[in-house]
């Protein structure tokens, strides 16, 4: 429901607002588009939300990703929310570092990550996306986040890195409790452990004690994986360390889980919520027209992305964000997902087109912390939505679009479960 009164801000951060936040983006867009708002965290950041703003900030060199500029007390200091954090070795990674350790580290990865492993990498994805759709698909009905968003991408990206298969399905149950941990994720299929502080804590040990171990073993015994590359990547004679590596390789896992999910999740929703959309889409795949399907999911990334607001930034001195003054020390947060439905940028923002052509969306970031697994991410996102919707053609959802769930997290927008209905296959 839009927001009337022009005075009065609306609610952030309860839980209607993560149902639907669109409504209080366009009152923030309008009348307050540099606003400063205490988190129910109780820190203070400001919010851009306006387009031409929030590309200005993500490529602002004033604005540090490095948490020590933070002007916060001591106790808030450095904590910006992200599953680890606290395990200092894990956080010298590309999203908490500038210029030049950031230079330095993401040349070398992106030597590792380069598009062409990912183009190489599609016919493992398709694998995986028809394994975990006929894990459901002779039911009729399924709960898309649980059994085909979640495993998806931490299968894939376990893959890439060269974690064997014997122990993928502990990666999916770390990944499990750190979903929790941003608000509620799907339950881990070993076990009923939910993701309390102390869960967390102890899966990030886990993790980061395993890959420590993977590092040290592969680095005596290369091959062809993610990792392997990670630690044959050089620049100018100078390698990743044992923990810079590490550190990389939790970025990756981190950063390319969660978001994946929801493109999945998020994606799938939005087109069963808009009938005549995805009557072209369809239409589109069944005519193997692929051109729809790249343009389908931008859209979906432009229109109720994954990433709700970038991740932290941190002002080392004074600036100016569409006229309002930024202290030093003040951290920003650009809200994603209130830029791209702008419309000084985008014609009719709030209309899902598939086939918009001009979107320039910043559902991937701007700037030197543009995503990085981009290419992967459309990957698995055109894998995955092309194929559910060609094998389940009449798929429908299957609960009240009001009763579904959202996750509480700040910085992801996501469903907690999808349920779904369908004929069976083979019936
Ligand atoms: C599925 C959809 C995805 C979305 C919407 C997404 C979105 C983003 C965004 C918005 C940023 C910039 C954050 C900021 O500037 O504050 C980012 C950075 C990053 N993403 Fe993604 N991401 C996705 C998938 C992935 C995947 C699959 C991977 C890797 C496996 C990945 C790895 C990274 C990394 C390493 C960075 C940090 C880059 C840097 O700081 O230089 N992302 N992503």
Same mark, same amino acid.
């Given at each position: 429901m839009p927001?009337?009164?022009?005075?009065?801000?609306?609610?952030?951060?309860?839980?209607e607002?993560a149902?639907?936040?669109?409504?209080?983006?366009?009152?923030?867009?309008?009348?307050?588009?540099?606003?400063?708002?205490?988190?129910?965290?109780?820190?203070?950041?400001?919010?851009?939300?306006?387009?031409?703003?929030?590309?200005?900030?993500?490529?602002?060199a004033?604005?540090?990703?490095?948490?020590?500029?933070?002007?916060?007390?001591?106790?808030?200091?450095?904590?910006?929310?992200?599953?680890?954090?606290?395990?200092?070795?894990?956080?010298?990674?590309?999203?908490?570092?500038?210029?030049?350790?950031?230079?330095?580290?993401?040349?070398?990865?992106?030597?590792?990550?380069?598009?062409?492993?990912?183009?190489?990498?599609?016919?493992?994805?398709?694998?995986?996306?028809?394994?975990?759709?006929?894990?459901?698909?002779?039911?009729?009905?399924?709960?898309?986040?649980?059994?085909?968003?979640?495993?998806?991408?931490?299968?894939?990206?376990?893959?890439?890195?060269?974690?064997?298969?014997?122990?993928?399905?502990?990666?999916?149950?770390?990944?499990?409790?750190?979903?929790?941990?941003?608000?509620?994720?799907?339950?881990?299929?070993?076990?009923r452990?939910?993701?309390?502080?102390?869960?967390?804590?102890?899966?990030?040990?886990?993790m980061?004690?395993?890959?420590?171990?993977?590092?040290?073993?592969?680095?005596?015994?290369?091959?062809?994986?993610?990792?392997?590359?990670?630690?044959?990547?050089?620049?100018?004679?100078?390698?990743?360390?044992?923990n810079?590596?590490?550190?990389?390789?939790?970025?990756?896992?981190?950063?390319?889980?969660?978001?994946?999910?929801?493109?999945? =999740?998020? $994606?799938?929703?939005?087109? *069963?919520?808009? !009938?005549?959309? &995805?009557?072209?889409? %369809?239409? +589109? /795949?069944?005519?193997?027209?692929?051109?729809?399907?790249?343009?389908?999911?931008?859209?979906?990334?432009?229109?109720?992305?994954?990433?709700?607001?970038?991740?932290?930034?941190?002002?080392?001195?004074?600036?100016?964000?569409?006229?309002?003054?930024?202290?030093?020390?003040?951290?920003?947060?650009?809200?994603?997902a209130a830029?791209?439905?702008?419309?000084?940028?985008?014609?009719?923002?709030?209309?899902?087109?598939?086939?918009?052509?001009?979107?320039?969306?910043?559902?991937? =970031?701007? $700037?030197?912390?543009?995503? *990085?697994?981009? !290419?992967?991410? &459309?990957?698995e996102? %055109?894998? +995955? /939505?092309?194929?559910?919707?060609?094998?389940?053609p009449?798929?429908?959802?299957?609960?009240?679009?009001?009763?579904?769930?959202?996750?509480g997290?700040?910085?992801?927008?996501?469903?907690?479960?999808?349920?779904?209905?369908?004929?069976?296959?083979?019936?």
């Open positions: 927001y009337t009164t022009s005075d009065s801000a609306p609610p952030l951060f309860t839980w607002f149902a639907d936040p669109y409504p209080a983006y366009t009152w923030l867009r309008e009348h307050s588009p540099v606003r400063r708002t205490t988190l129910p965290s109780g820190v203070e950041a400001w919010l851009i939300t306006r387009y031409a703003d929030a590309r200005q900030a993500l490529a602002d004033r604005l540090s990703k490095n948490p020590a500029h933070h002007s916060a007390g001591a106790h808030a200091k450095g904590r910006v929310g992200i599953p680890g954090e606290r395990s200092a070795d894990l956080m010298t990674h590309l999203l908490n570092i500038d210029p030049p350790d950031h230079t330095r580290l993401r040349r070398l990865v992106s030597k590792a990550f380069t598009p062409r492993r990912i183009a190489e990498f599609a016919p493992r994805v398709q694998e995986l996306t028809d394994r975990l759709i006929d894990g459901f698909s002779a039911r009729g009905e399924a709960d898309l986040i649980h059994e085909f968003a979640f495993p998806l991408p931490i299968y894939a990206i376990c893959d890439l890195l060269g974690v064997p298969p014997e122990d993928q399905d502990d990666f999916r149950d770390w990944a499990g409790l750190m979903l929790h941990s941003s608000g509620g994720g799907p339950r881990t299929p070993r076990g452990e939910r993701g309390s502080r102390g869960g967390v804590a102890r899966s990030v040990k886990k980061r004690a395993y890959l420590a171990e993977l590092i040290h073993r592969k680095r005596a015994d290369l091959g062809d994986d993610l990792i392997s590359g990670l630690i044959r990547a050089s620049d100018h004679g100078e390698h990743l360390t044992e810079e590596a590490a550190a990389m390789a939790f970025i990756l896992l981190f950063a390319g889980f969660e978001t994946t999910v929801n493109l999945v =999740g998020n $994606g799938a929703y939005a087109l *069963l919520r808009h !009938p005549v959309q &995805r009557g072209l889409f %369809q239409g +589109a /795949l069944r005519r193997g027209d692929d051109s729809l399907l790249a343009t389908a999911v931008e859209e979906l990334l432009r229109y109720d992305g994954p990433v709700e607001l970038a991740t932290w930034r941190f002002a080392t001195e004074p600036l100016t964000i569409g006229g309002q003054v930024i202290e030093p020390g003040d951290p920003v947060l650009v809200v994603l830029a791209d439905r702008d419309p000084e940028r985008f014609t009719a923002p709030d209309t899902l087109d598939l086939a918009r052509s001009d979107n320039p969306h910043l559902g991937f =970031g701007h $700037g030197i912390h543009y995503c *990085l697994g981009a !290419p992967l991410a &459309r990957l996102a %055109q894998t +995955a /939505l092309s194929t559910l919707f060609t094998r389940l009449d798929l429908q959802l299957a609960a009240n679009p009001d009763e579904l769930r959202w996750r997290g700040l910085i992801m927008r996501g469903l907690r479960e999808l349920p779904v209905c369908f004929t069976r296959e083979g019936s």
